[in-house]
């Protein structure tokens, strides 16, 4: 029988899975001392996110319309993991280990090394890639929710695996998060009014000279806008500007890189923020 203190639940947000992050996450809590003994791909419906997130703190860092709209871009990868050492008289569970120390902080700039986050550059500076149990008492409700059972349900090993872990990609393909946005932008304000030449590459990734970087490069877009479209890009920044009414005014985009651009823009000023 799996014991509830040793288990972690990790999910990997529409992003991550998008990036193909969901295998390299799986080797790197392996090389942390952790086993995969469940993995699922589903769509996180409103009633599953409601039982997921029951219990979660609201911490004001990712407007819920927004996280509402990303589950319904594509799937979520649950996995349930195992620590492969037992829970020390003092020490944390493994759920706590992980939601407290491996995660690490979804902003980019404070994401240290040793954490997920921090090993693969939190590649998108504003969303959280991932979402992990805070703790064992939320393990069976939240185990539940993604895979249709409780902890008690599972067996040893890959007991109640929906797909396998092999099914994911190993390699992270190339992410064109900057050259994303200032197409976006571009398409909507016209090339005038976005340089190329003001992005970061997007290699740089959100590091922190890049997101600030981007900062300025929307204010000044904003300003060679000018009128009524530079107010609707800086209300953008400031959340004074709906995404809802960013997607009315961007044409001919697909869903993803429309949501990609208004969840960056939305959050800059926040993740340009110094430690």
């Keep these: 029988?799996?014991?509830?203190?040793?288990?972690?639940?990790?999910?990997?947000?529409?992003?991550?899975?998008?990036?193909?992050?969901?295998?390299?996450?799986?080797?790197?809590?392996?090389?942390?001392?952790?086993?995969?003994?469940?993995?699922?791909?589903?769509?996180?419906?409103?009633?599953?996110?409601?039982?997921?997130?029951?219990?979660?703190?609201?911490?004001?860092?990712?407007?819920?319309?927004?996280?509402?709209?990303?589950?319904?871009?594509?799937?979520?990868?649950?996995?349930?993991?195992?620590?492969?050492?037992?829970?020390?008289?003092?020490?944390?569970?493994?759920?706590?280990?992980?939601?407290?120390?491996?995660?690490?902080?979804?902003?980019?700039?404070?994401?240290?090394?040793?954490?997920?986050?921090?090993?693969?550059?939190?590649?998108?500076?504003?969303?959280?890639?991932?979402?992990?149990?805070?703790?064992?008492?939320?393990?069976?409700?939240?185990?539940?929710?993604?895979?249709?059972?409780?902890?008690?349900?599972?067996?040893?090993?890959?007991?109640?695996?929906?797909h396998g872990i092999g099914h994911t990609p190993h390699l992270l393909r190339p992410f064109k998060l900057w050259s994303t946005v200032a197409g976006v932008l571009a398409a909507w304000l016209g090339p005038e009014a976005v340089r190329a030449i003001d992005w970061p590459a997007d290699s740089h990734g959100p590091s922190s000279p890049a997101v600030g970087a981007a900062l300025m490069a929307c204010t000044r877009a904003a300003q060679r806008a000018g009128g009524e479209a530079g107010a609707l890009l800086t209300g953008v920044l400031d959340g004074s500007t709906s995404y809802a009414r960013f997607c009315g005014l961007v044409p001919d985009i697909d869903p993803w890189s429309g949501y990609l651009t208004y969840t960056t823009l939305r959050h800059l000023p926040l993740c340009a923020d110094t430690p």
């Design 1 to 162: 029988m799996l014991d509830p203190d040793r288990l972690a639940l990790l999910v990997v947000k529409p992003d991550g899975v998008t990036q193909h992050l969901t295998r390299l996450i799986s080797l790197w809590m392996r090389d942390e001392g952790h086993t995969l003994i469940a993995f699922r791909e589903l769509s996180l419906i409103p009633e599953r996110r409601a039982r997921l997130y029951a219990s979660s703190p609201e911490d004001g860092r990712i407007d819920g319309e927004l996280e509402a709209v990303l589950y319904t871009l594509g799937p979520v990868h649950a996995m349930l993991f195992e620590r492969k050492t037992g829970r020390a008289a003092d020490g944390p569970s493994a759920a706590a280990d992980v939601a407290g120390r491996l995660v690490g902080d979804p902003l980019p700039h404070r994401a240290g090394p040793g954490t997920l986050r921090g090993h693969f550059g939190a590649l998108n500076p504003v969303l959280n890639l991932f979402h992990a149990t805070s703790d064992t008492e939320h393990l069976d409700r939240e185990t539940h929710a993604l895979f249709d059972r409780a902890v008690e349900g599972f067996a040893w090993p890959n007991g109640g695996s929906a």
